[in-house]
């Protein structure tokens, strides 16, 4: 990005914050935690190390600056939930054991706008709940699907099927017919949310270097220290953190763990008040469906709409690189699609359009990992739901590295392993064919009017 970091995204851009990169590391050095990434991962492990014990000597290497990553480009969701549904999680680990971690999702949402609060910085917080939409019959059957299997695991109160009439009260959009109305989700601006928590550790002793990619890193070895391992040296630790979510995929050890996943946001211009009177949307709800190909939407504090999805494609060899965050005939899509539900933004323009990679493990299943033995820590595989379950990471690892038991601590998500990804050319063309599979599912559903089966090849493929 050659340091324009404001165009990285509309919420850096918008942050009202000072982008100047902190000092890089110079030389080696040593702590008693070293966190590869200041992210919302990083930043959150940060916090709640410092809160427990504030004499740690915790010290976060990143690569660009705080809130570069998915932690400052998001679609502003603080949403209860993972990728991973209640119903998968029970299969895989029970029934207890999916109740205890959604809880914990819903706490972690509470616990995003308690710190803010409490540290003083203000991250633009509306609790206006979340609305998945259906905009035809073939999509309705999994609104009811999903409120079944919330009141089965005895979340009933967490969520409610609202008809046609009762979406527009709320939210008027072109061809909706149903929607499920989840109230305990927030919208917020993230690179705010990133940004203050950097000044705050800081604040509380922590050290941030920017501009410092760590190209290596090793866990404890005998006598030997783990470590993060940069161009400029190394900083050896007691425990060694990796918080780089995709960005962990440019590490050798770690190549397959994950693959990046782009997924690609466009902003209106701030429209006008009776615009709004005609759509609504005044409780600033975030706004999803329940398609294979994910779109997801918000209302910004400053009368923008921001409307996001996936779409761009799967690179070979899982490359990283600044040229794929946009991707034109994804962006494009995006513009057409957020005219349909809405065609009152016909007649407006689009200021802004971004986007970044998400990591996505072979299971889609979250990982809250801590090896004593090596002193190696990790968290990763949000899949685009990072914004709440990194809270949760971060609290949960400084829990497991202070030795704290807690309800956290015995989630299943912690130390969960993940099988690797397929080496090349078998991942490309699996994920390739699921990409393009999926759209197709969605878009026969669309023009059939019938809901998806979820018995073909590639609707198993995308559960697996």
């Known amino acids: 990005m050659a340091g324009d970091y404001a165009s990285v995204s509309y919420w850096l851009e918008s942050a009202g914050d000072d982008l100047t990169p902190r000092p890089p590391l110079a030389s080696s050095g040593s702590a008693d935690v070293a966190i590869l990434g200041a992210g919302y991962s990083g930043l959150w492990t940060a916090y709640y190390l410092l ?4 004499g740690l000597r915790v010290v976060l290497l990143e690569r660009e600056i705080a809130g570069f990553g998915a932690s400052g480009r998001n679609g502003a969701w603080c949403a209860p939930g993972l990728n991973i549904s209640l119903g998968r999680l029970a299969r895989l680990h029970g029934d207890d054991a999916a109740r205890r971690t959604y809880a914990a999702v819903w706490e972690a949402v509470d616990e995003v706008g308690r710190v803010a609060k409490a540290e003083g910085f203000e991250i633009d917080w509306r609790r206006g709940g979340e609305l998945i939409v259906s905009r035809g019959s073939h999509e309705t059957p999994a609104l009811h699907a999903e409120m079944s299997e919330l009141e089965k695991f005895g979340f009933g109160d967490r969520g409610r099927l ?15 017919e149903a929607a499920l109305y989840l109230p305990d989700a927030a919208t917020i601006q993230p690179a705010k949310l990133a940004r203050g928590l950097a000044r705050t550790i800081e604040r509380m002793g922590a050290t941030i270097h920017e501009r410092t990619e760590v190209v290596d890193f090793r866990g404890r070895r005998g006598s030997r220290q783990a470590a993060l391992v940069t161009a400029a040296g190394e900083v050896s630790a007691e425990v060694v953190v990796l918080a780089g979510e ?3 995929t440019r590490l050798r050890q770690l190549h397959r763990s994950l693959i990046p996943i782009w997924s690609l946001i466009v902003l209106t211009e701030p429209l006008p008040d009776e615009v709004w009177a005609d759509i609504g949307w005044q409780d600033h709800e975030l706004i999803g469906s329940p398609r294979y190909t994910v779109v997801y939407l918000s209302r910004t504090t400053d009368r923008r709409l921001l409307f996001g999805g996936r779409g761009a494609p799967y690179r070979f060899g899982s490359p990283i690189r600044d040229e794929y965050d946009r991707h034109a005939p994804t962006h494009e899509m995006l513009r057409q699609t957020a005219r349909r539900w809405f065609p009152a933004l016909r007649q407006f323009g689009f200021t802004h359009a971004w986007g970044g990679p998400l990591g996505m493990p072979r299971d889609w299943h979250p990982t809250i990992a801590f090896d004593r033995r090596t002193g190696l820590a990790s968290a990763r595989g949000y899949v685009g739901h990072g914004v709440s379950a990194a809270n949760l990471a971060g609290r949960t690892l400084a829990e497991l590295i202070l030795e704290q038991e807690t309800e956290r601590t015995g989630l ?8 690797s990804w397929e080496p090349e050319p078998f991942r490309w063309l699996g994920v390739r064919f699921t990409q393009a599979a ?6 026969i559903a669309e023009q059939s009017g019938r809901p998806p089966q979820g018995r073909s090849l590639e609707e198993w493929l995308a559960r697996h």
């Open 412 to 419: 299943p998500l912690v130390n969960h392993r993940s099988r």
């Open 162 to 176: 609202l008809t046609a009439e009762e979406l527009a009260e709320r939210v008027r959009i072109d061809g909706g």
């Open 438 to 443: 999926l759209e197709r599912v969605d878009r």
């Open 51 to 54: 809160k427990a014990q504030p």
């Open 246 to 248: 995709a960005y962990l």
